[in-house]
């Protein structure tokens, strides 16, 4: 906030030096006038107007050649250098004429022309005279900016030295050097957290850099660039510019709290801002006339949509849309300003350059302080999202009754049956009359208190299988014993919590150990539940409250895996038909 706070107050600080400098610059007298209706002919000594307007006149695109001449006072210093503001034009000629007549004509392209880093300026050297220069005459040809022509002057000093000119770029580097952060903070941001919103913030932070560095010309301190090749990229930059900010907007503010009709379409104004940008960067000459015009009015419709855009978010209660609001209002204000310039270049002319980078970084540092709120929202839902399913899962994996892992949990997760000693299927005797005389409430006691002797045992894994069945898993050295301790344990548990029973609640079991040897050809689940169902059939045959305890060999080394299982099959259906018999 302090931050923010400082880049605030430098925003005004450079707006009232703006507006004491635009005071200046418009007191000062402008020169003689010529104009060709077409640019014919190389300007040469033959081809300099003869006529010359310096009342009150009003420059005009249509010539396509307009001639300014300075008059430089005897007994003054001698001007070394043109200086004018940055635009797209086709050459630039310079006659300079002394006090005998003699004229020197030099001739500059736009690609040839040199630019001053840190302003938006050109310059250009002036050629030498045998004697001190009277008259400097100014050729421009095809100039699609009248305020090309307008700021146009002559210097004693090269522009590129001028004593503020240190602190100027002194001021732009570390705004440059800002925006650094928000475009490192986007990149390392998206390497782990793959949201959109966080890469077009990074995209937007990387095109208002090469915005500044290529309109303050810093970029040539580290690459030589011609006035040509920057004035194409500032269009393409700016460009670059609108298309981020907007697919920004498009992912960072909630899609609940935006316009919906209205968000479809801001895609499409991406794409149109950024093909504005590249049209414009290629083709510098095109419509010269209304050029400039027509090239800032095709951003108007991208700008109304943007601010409609976010203030509804806003007013649907977008948490978010506060940041860009507050970002852009400054960058919106000053865009405002150059762009009502630009389409009434009869206005005087207000540098906002400065005020453009600032507005640029406090638009970027501020998206970024929402970028992180935003992520900070994310990982708070996600960590909620997180603790939620993990307490679905639990629920889904435990009986809501005991607490135990229940079926579902048995099997989306079964553990290899080579890690247990033993395996017990356990069933509560009577339990159906529990129910009947003392009604479902005081049998769900005594569930629970059958499931409080099986817990918390390191060693042993306990299922309901449902109802008034369990499954114990043990790994211990002695699992017939310790299978044998929870049945034993059962009658004094629920004898304790349920008082009100007439008679001890008793378990029946049945039990197979698993030595190390048969657990190296153990069967599958299915076979081994189906093996301990027979067992827990016989205990309750022979009388319930008891445990039948079998190795899954049967204790014979010799016989194999087949001859077991046969044997085993004959004897549980030998069980069930006497079972079916005693009842029937």
């Keep these: 906030m302090r931050l923010l706070r400082f880049i605030l107050t430098l925003f005004a600080v450079l707006a009232v030096s703006n507006t004491a400098a635009f005071a200046q610059d418009t007191a000062s007298p402008l ?11 190389p300007v040469t000594v033959d ?21 300014l001449r300075f008059q430089v006072p005897e007994g003054s210093p001698s001007p070394r250098f043109l200086a004018a503001q940055r635009g797209p034009l086709s050459s630039i000629s310079v006659a300079a004429i002394d006090a005998a007549g003699r004229v020197k004509v030099t001739h500059h392209r736009m690609s040839d022309l040199q630019v001053v880093a840190g302003t938006d300026l050109l310059k250009i050297p002036l050629a030498r005279t045998d004697s001190p220069p009277r008259e400097i005459i100014v050729a421009v040809d095809l100039p699609t900016d009248l305020r090309v022509v307008r700021s146009m002057q002559l210097t004693i000093d090269d522009p590129s030295a001028a004593p503020r000119l ?33 890469l077009w913030h990074a995209v937007t932070a990387a095109a208002l850099l090469m915005t500044v560095l290529v309109n303050s010309a810093l970029i040539t301190s580290f690459v030589p660039l011609g006035v040509e090749m920057i004035v194409r990229l500032a269009i393409l930059a700016l460009g670059l510019s609108v298309a981020g900010n907007v697919m920004f907007a498009y992912h960072f503010i909630e899609r609940s709290r935006a ?3 209205l968000r479809k379409t801001l895609p499409w104004l991406a794409a149109w801002g950024f093909l504005v940008g590249v049209l414009g960067s290629l083709d510098l000459h095109s419509g010269r006339t209304w050029h400039v015009q027509a090239y800032f009015t095709a951003y108007v419709p991208v700008l109304i949509a943007y601010i409609w855009f976010v203030v509804g978010a806003l007013r649907r209660g977008s948490r978010y849309s506060r940041y860009l609001i507050v970002g852009l209002s400054p960058l919106i204000a000053v865009c405002l300003l150059r762009l009502v310039g ?17 507005g ?28 939620e399913n993990a307490v679905l899962q639990n629920l889904s994996r435990h009986d809501p009754l005991t607490g135990l892992m229940n079926r579902h949990a048995l099997e989306s997760d079964p553990q ?5 000693t033993a395996m017990a299927i356990m069933d509560i005797d009577h339990f159906k009359s529990i129910n009947d005389t003392y009604g479902h409430v005081v049998g769900d006691r005594v569930l629970k208190a059958v499931a409080d002797v099986l817990k918390g045992e390191e060693d042993a894994r306990i299922v309901r299988m449902g109802g008034e069945e369990f499954l114990i898993q043990l790994r211990c050295s002695r699992p017939g014993a310790r299978a044998e301790a929870f049945r034993r344990a059962i009658p ?16 029946s079991m049945g039990v197979i150990l698993l030595g190390p040897k048969e657990r190296d050809q153990i069967p599958d689940f299915q076979t081994l539940y189906s093996r301990m169902d027979g067992l827990l059939y016989r205990a309750k045959d022979q009388g319930r409250d008891r445990s039948v305890v079998a190795k899954l060999a049967f204790f014979d080394p010799d016989i194999s895996a087949e001859d077991a299982q046969e044997k085993f099959d004959s004897i549980v259906t030998s069980f069930r038909a006497r079972r079916r018999k005693s009842n029937g």
């Excluded at 630009?342 to 600032?358: A, I, R």
């Excluded at 638009?363 to 909620?384: F, N, S």
């Design 259 to 261: 316009n919906a009709a």
């Design 360 to 387: 640029c970084v406090f638009e970027e540092i501020t998206a970024m302080l929402g970028v992180t709120a935003r992520l900070v929202q994310l990982r708070k839902e996600r960590d909620r999202a997180r603790i």
């Design 166 to 198: 240190f602190l100027l770029l002194l001021v732009i580097s570390m705004l440059a050097g800002m925006l650094l952060m928000p475009l490192i903070f986007g990149l390392m941001i998206y390497r782990v957290l793959r949201h959109s919103f966080v």
């Design 31 to 41: 020169p003689c006038v010529a104009t060709e209706a077409v640019a014919w002919a």
């Design 342 to 358: 630009q389409l009434t270049p009869w206005l005087p002319e207000n540098d906002s350059m400065l005020l453009f980078y600032v």
């Design 416 to 420: 290899d049956q080579i890690e247990f």
């Design 47 to 67: 081809t300099l107007p003869t006529r010359w307007n310096c009342a009150t006149y009003e420059l005009s695109l249509l010539p396509e050649r307009t001639y």
């Design 492 to 507: 004094l548990s629920v004898g304790r919590a349920v008082p009100e029973l007439d008679w001890p609640v008793t378990a």
